[in-house]
């Protein structure tokens, strides 16, 4: 017989702890800051460590926390109420709802479902779930290389959680391995992001700033010589550990007459299928029209420019969803291959909660509260030599990013590298693309990424398992960009 109470040794829960400790810990941060760091930026790191408490203790739902948090910032001054909650209407903030609108239309029409039992039929993968792990972080790794990591990772959810959904029949016990697989599924595009020069805005930014300010041009490939190589070794790392932490579920024996092999079976698509796919197609066609232009164009062709300046990765998925509403299955009976009713079925608290991450990052630039800590992780460690400096632009990324968005945490870590650089008489090659490389893998937080956001809004993922695995990841995938570019930066020149 259980006792109705607690025991003297009984933990406190988490959420309890939150509550308490994060305005003790936002308060010992107010007074523990140097005086010498702006007002502005005091405070908005006094409301930024209650805030990143929260998320992490998650006695509140992480998106009311990310909305408080921004309330704060209005009332303690940092901006008014137009100013911060601009925010919430970043492009990027679209790419989420179209990019949802067509997750919602695959998993209405069943194509996750279709998706996934291919994927399990294949011989090379079967129904063994580290196979099918492996395949399906290869896939959106893949993916990501040539389209936007938010889109790679948003139209692939729905693929994954129907291989879950097909798995679970064989294995009932799926619960530690679902969070797992779903990791590997936002770890994976945050890596394959870093292959390719188009990968991820950040990597954009930083050959951007570096051909601005320090007259030095970098590549496609070789970006893509250093880029590859770590993604590849990233890849196995992260599957490695993936694997360590999130076992898969003991085995079952399936076989070539199994429910799962069954339902893979190929079916007649209906209409509502065929027209979710052609849209899916369009989406990833007009992501991939840049590059797939450049290789025919220079890249400072007027129709390349056009393009990318008309129809940017943001406003894609806003067109392609629109189609959905309007593609008839039924036009006499007005039914459409998506409703409204189906499509306001998205995770709205995961675009509340990006949204939250993007007015923080924008903040930490205005009160410069980024480039004191960048200061002061350079002035912490000592800077000596030009890996000295690449080692600390690592970490300096790999902290911002995990509170502010991979591009703003680029963007303000950049121009402080090179200026540091020129003045120690260093190259900053090295250390812009460790910081551009690092931004991506930002593994930690929810608010993170957007990849990070979307899977944890299938409510799988216990925040405290992403935090084990991203402060890990994030360590381990640290030192091995810093060794990528010791090894690999001199035998390309660039150093």
């Known amino acids: 017989m259980s006792q109705s109470g607690p025991g003297p040794h009984t933990a406190i829960p988490a959420y309890q702890f939150g509550l308490f400790a994060a305005p003790l810990i936002a308060g010992l941060m107010f007074v523990l800051l140097p005086e010498s760091l702006p007002d502005p930026a005091r405070i908005l790191a006094t409301i930024l460590s209650w805030v990143v408490v929260m998320w992490i203790t998650e006695p509140i739902p992480l998106p009311i926390t990310a909305l408080l948090g921004c309330g704060l910032c209005v009332v303690a001054g940092l901006g008014n109420m137009q100013a911060v909650f601009s925010a919430f209407a970043h492009p990027i903030i679209f790419l989420f709802i179209g990019s949802f609108f067509i997750s919602e239309a695959l998993s209405v029409h069943g194509l996750d479902r279709r998706f996934g039992n291919w994927l399990l039929s294949r011989k090379c993968v079967g129904s063994n779930p580290i196979r099918i792990m492996m395949a399906m972080s290869l896939a959106v790794a893949g993916l990501s290389m040539w389209i936007n990591n938010t889109a790679a990772t948003a139209v692939m959810l729905p693929i994954a959680l129907g291989v879950l959904r097909a798995l679970r029949q064989g294995y009932p016990n799926m619960k530690t391995f679902d969070t797992g697989f779903l990791l590997c599924l936002a770890y994976g595009a945050g890596i394959g992001g870093v292959a390719t020069l188009v990968g991820t805005a950040p990597n954009l930014i930083g050959v951007g700033l570096l051909a601005q300010q320090a007259h030095f041009t970098i590549s496609f490939d070789q970006w893509l010589l250093i880029g590859l190589p770590l993604a590849s070794v990233m890849l196995l790392v992260m599957f490695t550990l993936m694997y360590w932490l999130h076992p898969p579920p003991p085995h079952s024996p399936f076989h070539e007459g199994s429910s799962v092999l069954k339902i893979a079976a190929p079916l007649p698509w209906t209409r509502g299928e065929q027209y979710t796919f052609a849209v899916f197609m369009l989406a990833v066609l007009l992501w991939l029209l840049p590059a797939l232009l450049s290789i025919w164009f220079e890249g400072n062709h007027p129709v390349v420019q056009w393009v990318r300046t008309h129809l940017p990765k943001e406003l894609v998925p806003i067109f392609a969803s629109g189609l959905l509403f309007l593609l008839p299955l039924d036009f006499r009976q007005g039914k459409f291959t998506l409703t409204w009713k189906e499509a306001a ?142 090894i690999v930066g001199p035998l390309l020149g660039i150093v």
């Open 345 to 486: 079925n998205i995770h709205w608290g995961t675009i509340l909660l990006f949204g939250g991450g993007i007015a923080f990052g924008e903040l930490m630039v205005e009160t410069e509260l980024a480039k004191a800590i960048g200061q002061g992780m350079v002035a912490m460690f000592g800077i000596e030599s030009i890996w000295g400096l690449t080692g600390v632009a690592i970490l300096t990324a790999l902290v911002l990013t995990e509170l502010a968005s991979n591009t703003a945490a680029t963007s303000m870590i950049v121009p402080v590298l090179i200026a540091i650089a020129h003045t120690a008489n260093f190259s900053p090659v090295a250390p812009v693309l460790g910081a551009c490389m690092a931004a991506s893998l930002a593994f930690v937080l929810p608010v993170s990424t957007p990849p990070n956001a979307i899977v944890y809004g299938t409510g799988r993922i216990p925040i405290l398992r992403m935090v084990q695995a991203g402060l890990l990841l994030d360590a381990i995938g640290g030192v091995l960009i810093w060794a990528t570019l010791r």
